[in-house]
């Protein structure tokens, strides 16, 4: 056993703890609870939201990383299943690491809190108090957190264990890099079956043909409710809310101050890959430069860098400039591969290792912030206070007019009594429904697990239900009709047929064309005609390698069986029968083919073997992960409270949807 233990800190995992580094600093120095009371309410909670073998996973807990998630994706929500799902796996590893006698001791739990904080601290003095608030404000307490650190170090045990026997023999990495370097020259015909159902106009014999022999399929089995209600739309009443300068400058004085910057100035060196058996001597290059720029120190200034990026860089548009990038570097969730969103999260002078990034290696430096003064922060602030407070605003009306209606019972009626202070027209309050069940798109809300929930409870006609939050604002719901289950009539469903019909056709359109190509291709030269005989063009792709998606746009994909035939075919081959990814098929013919640079896989084999040890260590931890929590399912050792859950996500659905986001500023509650 001893053996697993002395490798544990040569088998870490790099990204986790680098994760755990930034996550933890930002905790200390940088976390701002949400101002939502739901939000707090919810994050106080202790209800029972999943149990794992004893251990109790609670809605605050959830509720508290969800918002945590939320905020590092710019206010977006984030899916409070998701989080219940990782934290399951944790206390799942909690659960066997007990089992197995490897939790994490107290003196192990200090020992990483104070390297982590040390850490993200950069050396200064970590405020206690402000520690302890933060803390308290992200995990529920300060012993919820120490849990939290046990946890990723008992995981980190346990992965070790479980993975110690795991080997890689020199075969297997070879033909891994055999199979990842080969280049290949392709010529290749995707049928999309959605595209050729759009040509396929279905006849009404062809509908009622298909309902006939798939009748039971459109059984009705729920009740279908008619409901008319008003709409409180929040915009409209944001429209008036009055917003002075002195509420926005109390909003802005209530930012912290690295939350107002407009963002981070940068500098790159930049060094192009040319082809992959170059990326070695590429990544040499750029490790020596980084050596050179922090020879005096860690830090590096603005001249030193600049010097050495206007003779080394290969961007001649920033080498120029020594390196100086266009402009300031702004957060963006969206794009958290690009290299430059490093430098939000280092200090004024430092740099990156070299950074890997489509086909070429980065090295940054962190230059200063861009402060976001008042004046260039009022409007995107202004929005923000205003869809608050609108959001507020809209609430209240919305329980006092649900009072109304569930007196009167006359929709109409209450649209009217309440237009002037919604801002609105009668006729723009005053929405009705088709039938609808369950899962249905419901006209102008979609389909809204919160707008179900709402109606459940109407079942006699007249019945009138609590305000619920919809997309632009709320609904007060009024039972007008319901429909027992029943068998459906074909014009009821007819509109819901025509679409079903056409993919049914074209799936067997698109197996008998890839058929007749594959069939009429002798040679990959052979392909293009074939196709041209279809009204189809062959398409090419230069370079192919294993593990890229293969087509155009939206619709490039690829699977093992897909990746398998190409690696199998030689020059001028072209499959001979046409493979299927979901519901589209694939011929495809390799031109020209370009073994791997077996010279190369030599200069690089110690590093790909410890890849490859590490990837299959994580296959087999995940593996074993999963395997347990089925066992655990099984045995009914794992419960999960579903509608416990999907409260936490109700309030997503209750804030307003588009609020625009902008650099500097925290995510709008």
Do not use: H
């Not at 957190?145 to 075969?171: H, N, P």
């Not at 009167?408 to 609105?424: G, I, P, S």
């Amino acid at each position: 056993m001893l053996k697993f233990f002395t490798r544990l800190e040569r088998t870490r995992n790099f990204v986790l703890l680098i994760f755990a580094v930034v996550m933890v600093a930002s905790l200390v120095l940088f976390y701002a609870p949400s101002n939502s009371n739901l939000a707090t309410n919810l994050a106080a909670s202790t209800e029972t939201a999943a149990k794992v073998s004893g251990e109790y996973i609670t809605v605050g807990e959830i509720a508290r990383q969800k918002e945590s998630f939320s905020q590092m994706m710019q206010g977006r929500p984030y899916p409070a299943k998701s989080v219940l799902s990782n934290l399951i796996s944790s206390r799942i590893i909690r659960v066997e690491a007990e089992r197995l006698g490897l939790t994490a001791s107290d003196a192990e739990v200090a020992a990483e809190i104070r390297e982590s904080l040390k850490a993200g601290s950069d050396g200064k003095p970590i405020d206690q108090a402000r520690y302890q608030q933060n803390v308290t404000a992200q995990y529920g307490s300060v012993s919820a957190y120490e849990e939290t650190v046990r946890d990723g170090i008992s995981g980190q045990k346990l992965q070790a264990f479980i993975t110690s026997g795991v080997t890689v023999s020199k075969e297997e990495v070879i033909d891994e890099y055999r199979r990842s370097n080969t280049k290949f020259d392709l010529s290749y015909v995707a049928l999309t079956t959605a595209n050729l159902a759009q040509a396929i106009v279905p006849t009404d014999a062809e509908l009622r043909d298909y309902f006939e022999k798939n009748k039971s399929s459109y059984d009705i089995t729920v009740p279908q409710k008619k409901i008319r209600y008003v709409f409180i739309n929040t915009a409209k009443i944001g429209e008036k809310l009055p917003i002075s300068d002195a509420d926005l400058q109390a909003e802005y004085d209530k930012l912290p101050p690295e939350r107002r910057n407009a963002g981070v100035l940068g500098q790159e060196i930049v060094l192009r890959i040319a082809t992959p058996e170059f990326d070695g001597q590429v990544l040499g290059k750029a490790t020596g430069l980084v050596s050179r720029l922090t020879a005096g120190g860690d830090t590096v200034t603005k001249e030193a860098f600049a010097e050495l990026a206007k003779g080394q860089s290969e961007n001649p548009t920033s080498a120029a400039k020594g390196g100086d990038l266009p402009g300031p570097v702004r957060q963006a969730a969206t794009a958290s591969d690009d290299p430059y969103q490093q430098l939000l999260t280092m200090e004024p002078g430092e740099i990156t290792d070299p950074i890997s990034y489509k086909g070429r290696y980065f090295i940054l430096r962190r230059g200063e912030a861009v402060p976001k003064p008042f004046t260039d922060a009022k409007k995107e602030l202004a929005v923000s206070l205003r869809n608050r407070r609108a959001y507020e605003a809209a609430a209240t009306l919305a329980e006092r007019a649900s009072q109304t209606l569930k007196g009167n019972k006359d929709v109409q009626k209450t649209a009217q009594e309440f237009a002037a202070e919604a801002n609105n027209s009668v006729a723009e309050m005053v929405r009705e429904t088709g039938y609808v069940k369950p899962g249905d798109t419901v006209d102008k809300i979609g389909v809204s697990p919160q707008f179900e929930e709402g109606i459940a409870g109407l079942n006699a006609v007249g019945d009138v239900g609590d305000k619920i939050p919809v997309p632009e604002g709320f609904a007060l719901p009024l039972l007008v009709d319901k429909k027992e289950p029943r068998p459906a009539e074909f014009e009821e469903v007819k509109t819901q047929l025509v679409e079903v019909v056409k993919l049914d056709q074209a799936r067997l359109k698109a197996e008998q064309i890839a058929n007749q190509i594959a069939s009429g291709s002798a040679n990959a030269g052979a392909l293009a005609g074939a196709a041209s005989g279809q009204n189809l063009k062959a398409l090419e792709s230069k370079a192919f390698t294993i593990g890229s998606p293969l087509g155009e746009g939206p619709s490039a994909t690829t699977n093992e069986e897909l990746e398998n035939a190409i690696y199998a075919l030689k020059d001028g081959e072209v499959t001979k029968t046409p493979l299927k990814i979901g519901e589209n098929y694939y011929i495809v013919g390799v031109t020209k083919r370009e073994e791997a640079n077996m010279d190369e896989f030599a200069k690089q084999r110690s590093t790909l073997m410890e890849q490859k040890l590490n990837s299959k260590r994580q296959e087999v931890f995940s593996d074993y992960l999963a395997s347990t929590k089925q066992r655990m399912e099984t045995a009914g050792q794992i419960t999960i409270y579903n509608d416990v859950v999907a409260k936490i996500d109700a309030n997503d659905v209750a804030t307003p949807s588009a609020m625009p986001q902008f650099p500097g500023l925290p995510p709008q509650q």
